[in-house]
């Protein structure tokens, strides 16, 4: 059963205070069957602007704090985390609609992420820089003050994580906003570390409207930064925005990725990577490998074998342990996955399999897509080019390398790529004339936090995770020490 505790009735957190937020009543749907879980709340200008003036208080003697006791704080939340595991995993499923199994392994992560962030501090080392004069030079790196963090709703405690636990472990106040549809875990998560004894303040968790928190925040004076993940329209809207304070930003944003079959794969492990990458998560995942290329001469015996695999997948409630397809987040995001399948249609498009909402009333009230498969257009048709950030695979053939590259690059997105192959040769050619942030061999849609995320093109703007996360949030100074004993002779 879902413990009603994790979410209290129809509070936020603005800096240390839990309050009814000020702005407009809003219900979280469960997409497996419409109910309203709860309302919300949202968060206006007003609460951001009280967030930030109280996050910048708390953030100068958080920001003094030594980094083994600022680790400690981030070791605290993780544990949090962990005992409300299940709690937690099991809100998102419900606010989400994704599987147990999925939404637990994002709660993993959170927590592991926070344990990550707090490693990579105790052990984050300032620069002593090669000498090229008669100086000592240093370069440190100082906290930016407060940190403005907005998140989408795919994979909200994780995505939130990635952002807070660098952002405090560098010694900023963060102020979150979470996505409209999802704020249930990022508010529990937020209960979570006040519960975890970190100084009041630090942590605002403001769920909103995107024109209305969510731009407050961007253009608030007292944001020093702002980490965003979400689409490249909105993206692209807060980069103007911050260009006007010339204010840094990260942009983790959408992505068109393709995945390549070439003629030694291993059929098998291709096709259960394939399956994986597109229809995990119903495929509402930035790095969804939404168009697949096969070498013209084994795309038909491929194809057959995909298509019979596709029509397999289990569609389900997100906390039947059999289902490998959950419902959509939302009964809307739904509606124009299925309107970008009827564009393809009349189009051209072939839909080999899928294309529909399931028969049954098991799925009747539930935002459910069967998982699909469309053949037959063009790299350069809308259904190739646009991100659909649902259950839909457009598969395209090639005959040459060149080419092959050529139309895998052709696209404005340059976040992910999968390659099957055996042939390392081949693996290293292709995987570095891909233009993307993250290409996988012989695997797909797997991630560590050591590892640096990144999106090139309008797949995003600078880098998350890995030991270097947390300079991302921070500033960076340079230090000359001079050592001459006489004074200079410029003087004379
Ligand atoms: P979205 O861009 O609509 O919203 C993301 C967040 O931005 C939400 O919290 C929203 O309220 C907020 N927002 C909207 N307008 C805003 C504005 N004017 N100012 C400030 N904030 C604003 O995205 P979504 O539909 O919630 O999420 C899906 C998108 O996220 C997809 O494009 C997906 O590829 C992308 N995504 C990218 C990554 C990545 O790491 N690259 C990860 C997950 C999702």
Redesign the pocket.
């Known amino acids: 059963m879902l413990a009603e505790a994790v979410v209290p009735a129809d509070e936020i957190l603005v800096a240390g205070e839990w309050r009814r937020g000020s702005g407009a009543e809003s219900k979280s749907i469960d997409p497996a069957d419409g109910s309203v879980i709860t309302t919300v709340h949202h968060a206006t200008a007003e609460d951001v602007d009280e967030a930030v003036s109280r996050g910048a208080e708390a953030s100068a003697e958080w920001g003094r704090r030594l980094p083994h006791e600022r680790a400690r704080h981030l070791h605290r939340i993780a544990d949090g985390i962990e005992g409300a595991a299940e709690r937690l995993a099991r809100l998102q499923t419900r606010d989400t609609g994704k599987t147990l199994k999925e939404t637990s392994a994002l709660v993993a992560s959170a927590a592991g992420t926070f344990r990550y962030m707090a490693a990579a501090l105790e052990t984050f080392d300032e620069e002593l820089t090669a000498p090229r004069g008669s100086s000592l030079t240093m370069s440190v790196h100082e906290p930016i003050g407060v940190v403005g963090a907005?998140?989408?709703?795919?994979?909200p405690i994780a995505?939130d994580a990635q952002k807070i636990a660098p952002a405090l472990a560098a010694g900023n106040a963060v102020v979150l906003?979470?996505?409209?549809?999802t704020p249930l875990v990022s508010l529990a998560l937020a209960r979570i570390i006040t519960d975890s004894g970190l100084p009041p303040g630090l942590v605002s968790v403001l769920p909103?409207?995107?024109?209305v928190?969510?731009?407050a925040?961007?253009r608030h004076p007292g944001v020093g930064k702002v980490s965003?993940?979400?689409?490249?329209?909105?993206?692209r809207?807060?980069a103007h925005?911050a260009a006007d304070k010339l204010m840094p930003v990260t942009l983790?944003?959408?992505?068109k990725s393709p995945t390549i079959v070439f003629e030694d794969a291993d059929i098998e492990a291709a096709i259960a990577g394939i399956l994986f990458g597109i229809y995990s998560s119903s495929g509402?995942?930035?790095?969804a490998g939404s168009r697949l290329f096969l070498p013209s001469a084994r795309a038909e015996e491929f194809l057959e074998r995909l298509v019979k695999a596709v029509a397999r997948l289990r569609i389900g409630h997100g906390l039947d342990p059999a289902t490998q397809v959950a419902p959509l987040v939302h009964h809307r995001h739904r509606d124009s996955v299925a309107g970008h399948v009827e564009r393809a249609r009349a189009a051209g498009g072939e839909v080999l399999v899928g294309g529909g909402v399931p028969e049954g009333d098991v799925y009747a009230d539930g935002a459910y897509y069967l998982p699909t498969v469309i053949a037959g257009l063009d790299n350069s048709s809308p259904t190739c080019q646009e991100?659909i950030?649902g259950p839909v695979l457009s598969v395209l053939t090639y005959d040459d390398e060149d080419d092959l590259v050529a139309r895998a690059n052709d696209s404005v997105y340059g976040?992910a790529c999968g390659l099957w192959t055996r042939d390392y040769r081949t693996a290293w050619r292709v995987a570095r004339r891909i233009d993307a942030g993250t290409v996988w061999i012989n695997t797909y849609k797997q991630f560590s936090i050591s590892t640096p995320?990144s999106?090139m093109k309008e797949?995003?703007l600078g880098t998350?995770k890995g030991r270097r996360g947390i300079a991302e949030y921070t500033r960076q100074k340079s230090l000359y020490w001079g050592l001459d004993e006489a004074p200079h002779p410029w003087a004379g």
């Open positions: 907005i998140t989408p709703w795919n994979s995505s906003k979470p996505a409209e549809w909103g409207r995107g024109s928190a969510g731009d925040i961007v965003f993940t979400g689409g490249t329209t909105t993206g809207l807060i925005a983790e944003l959408g992505g509402q995942s930035c790095i991100e950030f976040l995320f999106g797949s995003g998350e």
